[in-house]
C-alpha cells in the first residue's frame, strides 16, 4: 500500500509542477495583455479629453474644467480626473478620488518635466489603480497636466481567478488521476498478483490443479505465468511424488518420520475424522502496534511441539486467547485460519475475564499445580477462590470442545498439559463416545508431594475422564499410577498400564515428545555472517561462548547454572576475557509474584557476577530479557561452544533438542541437567547435577577442552535421536494408540 501511494504522490507532484509552470506562464501572459490594453485605453481617453480640456484650461475656465472631471468621475473602471497648472497645483479634481492627490501630482510633475505622457500602478483604498498622465501646452510653453485615474482592480480579479480556476482543475485531474492509477493498479496488477498469490497458496497447501483465475487474460503478466504455471506443475508434481513416498514409507518403521509421513499416515487411519488439539497456550497470538495488527509464535515448549502437527494433520486447535488483538481478527464464531502466512488448520479462541485469567492460569496453574509438579523447593500456594476459578475456566473449555464436536461422529480430542485437568471428565460426561487423549507436559511428582493438594481426588478424577493419559517418562507414569492407587477407589492393571474407575478404562503411556527436526537450508557462509552478526551486535569478542535459553522460571535452574559459571571462572582464572556466557531469558509469567520477584534476583546475580569478574570492557555473563523468535535462537545455538540446560525438574526441555538438532556443523557441546526428561535419551551429553555447582563447572571446562573428534562424535549420536524420534513420530504413535482405543 505504501508503494502505490507513493507512486500516486510522485505522479500527482509531477502534475502539480507542469500545471504551476503552465498557470505561471498564463497569468503572467494575461497580466501583460490586460496592463497594455489599460495603458492603451487611458492613453485614447487621455488624448480625447485633452483637446476639450486644453483650450479651457488656458482661459481659465475653473467652473468648466470642475464640471468635465465630476461627469467622468462615474463611469466604468474610471475612478476620475485630474488637472493640474505647470507648478503641480491642483485646478480641478474628481471628489471620488481626493487619496490619488499625492500620487497625481507626482506622475503630473513627471509627465511636464519629461513632456510626454506618464503612467503607472499604485495602491489606492487597497486596490490596484492607474494613473496616466499628459501635458498641456499653448503656444509658447507646457501650462499644465490632464491627470486620467483608472480601476485596474480588475486584473488581480482576473490573474486571481486563473489561480482559482486552474487550481481547481488540478484538483480535479489529481482525484480523477488518482482513482484511475487505483483502478489500473487493482485490475491489472493487484488482482492478477492476488490471484497468484492465492493459487501458490492452494498449491502449498495441497490444494487445486486449475491455472490461477483471472491471470490467463493478463497480457502483462504472460510470461510470468507461463513460469509460473511450471513451478506448479513441478511442485503438484513434487507433492505427488511425496505423498507416494510416504505412503511407502508407512510400513519401514525405521523410516525418518517428516510432515508429509504424518499427513499420509494420519489420513489412512483417520479416515476422514478431525482431530480437535486443546491447551491454554495459543499457537498464534494477535497484539496492537501502533494501527498495525501483528502476531507472533509465544515462547512455549508446547506450542512449539504441536504446531508442526497441526500444520501436518489440519483440524481445529481450541485455545485461550490472549493477544490484545485477537478479537479484532476472528469470525463470528471466534475461529480463524493458521498459520497466517500459509493457513492450514482453524484456530477457535476461547476468552477468559481477567478475574479468570487470574485466578485459573497465574493462581491454581502456576502457583499452585507448576511448583506442585516440579518440586522445585517452592512451597505451591492454594486457594479456594483460585480453585473456583480453575473448575469455571475448565468447564468453559469443554463447552467450546462440546459445541464443535456436536456434529461430529467419534471426534479425536487432544487435550494439553495441567491447566485443562478436568476438561477430560467433563466432556466425556457429555459425549461418552468421543476419543479423548490427555498430554502432560510437565513431570508427575510422588504421591507424598501430590497429596497436599486439597483437591488432588477432583483433580485426578476429571483426568481419568480421557481414554490415554500419556507422560514423557515411564517414571512420571509410574508416579501417577501410584497417585491414583492412593487417592481413588479404582482398579489398576500394572501389566497392561490402565486404570479403571467407573467402568471407564484410562491407558497410561510414556510419549517422549520432541521437535520437528529441521531442513538446514544456509550455507556455511551464511551461518558464519549470522554468528559475526550475533557477536558484533552483543559486542563479544571472546574466543569461547556459552549459551542459556529459557523462561524466567525457576524451575530451570537459571540461578544455578550462573553459580556454576562462577565457580568455573573462580577455578579456572586463565579463560577470564577468553569467555563468555549468553543467557536468553524470556519474561514468563510475570503476573505472578514469584515469578516478578525471580526475575530481580537473576538480575542482580548476573550484575554480582559480573562485577565481580569484570576486566576493562570485558564481562563474563550477558542477560538478554526478551522474548527471541525461533529464527534468532536458531542463530545463537549455532554460534556459541556449549549449551547449557540446567533444568532442576523438567518433563522433557526441548531447548536441549533444537540446540543439538540446529547444529548440523556436528559441533558443540550439549551439558544436560539429569532431571530432565531429555536426559533418557540425549546420552551423549554431559549430565550434570544442577544442583552441584562445582560439576557444572567442570562441565564447562570439559566442553571448552573437548577435541573436536570426540564433539562430533557425540554430537552425530544425539542427532540421529532427535531426527528418529521427532515430534511427527511422537504424535503418530500418540494418535495412533488414541484412534485404537476408539
Known sequence: MKQIAAVILIMITIVSLVV????????????????????????????SLKETVEPNFINKSDNYLQNVVERFSSK????????YDNKSNVVALSSTIPEASS?????????????????????????????????????????GALVVVQNAGYIDNRLNEIWTNNLFRLLVQATLLSLATLLLIYWFLYTPIRNLVAALQTDRSGGGKQNPKG????????????????IRSSLLEARSSASEEARLRLEKLDSPWTAERLKEFLKDILKGRTIFMVSNREPYIHTKDGNQIKYYFPASGMATAIEPVMQACGGMWIAYGSGDADKLVVDNKDKIKVPPFEPKYTLKRV???????????????NEGLWPLCHIAHNRPIFRKEDWEQYQKVNQKFADAILLEIKNQDRPIILIQDFHLALVPRMVKAQRPGAVIGLFWHIPWPNPESFSICPWKKEILDGMLGADLIGFHTQLHCNNFIETVGRELESLIDYEQFTITR???ISFIKPFPISIAFPNQDKSEEDNKAAIDKIRKSLDIKTKYIGLGVDRLDYTKGILERLKGVEIFLTKYPQYKTQFAFIQIAAPSRTKVKKYHDFAQEVEKEVERINSAFKIKNWKPIVLLQRHHNQEEIQKFYKSVDFCLVTSL???????????????????????LSQFTGASRELKDALI???YNGEQTAESIKQALEMKPTEQTKRMRNMREVVKNNNVFRWSAELLKTMIDLG
Open 20 to 47: 504551476i509552470a503552465f498557470t505561471v506562464n498564463q497569468v503572467d501572459q494575461e497580466e501583460t495583455r490586460l496592463k497594455t490594453d489599460l495603458q492603451y485605453r487611458s492613453t485614447l481617453l487621455a488624448e
Open 76 to 83: 466604468e473602471r474610471f475612478a476620475g480626473l485630474g488637472i
Open 103 to 143: 500620487a497625481a501630482t507626482k506622475v503630473a510633475a513627471d509627465a511636464m518635466d519629461a513632456d510626454r505622457a506618464e503612467g503607472g500602478f499604485v495602491k489606492l483604498n487597497q486596490e490596484k489603480t492607474y494613473l496616466l498622465a499628459v501635458p498641456m501646452h499653448d503656444d509658447k510653453s507646457i501650462v
Open 215 to 230: 491471470l490467463t487474460n493478463s497480457f502483462l503478466f504472460r510470461p510470468l505465468i507461463n513460469e509460473v504455471s511450471r
Open 351 to 365: 476468552w477468559l475475564t481477567q478475574q479468570e485469567e487470574s485466578g485459573y492460569y497465574y493462581g491454581f496453574s
Open 502 to 504: 467407573n467402568n471407564h
Open 649 to 671: 525438574h523438567d518433563g522433557m526441555n526441548l531447548v536441549a533438542k533444537e540446540f543439538v538438532a540446529a547444529r548440523d556443523d556436528e559441533k558443540g557441546v550439549l551439558i
Open 688 to 690: 550434570v547435577n544442577p
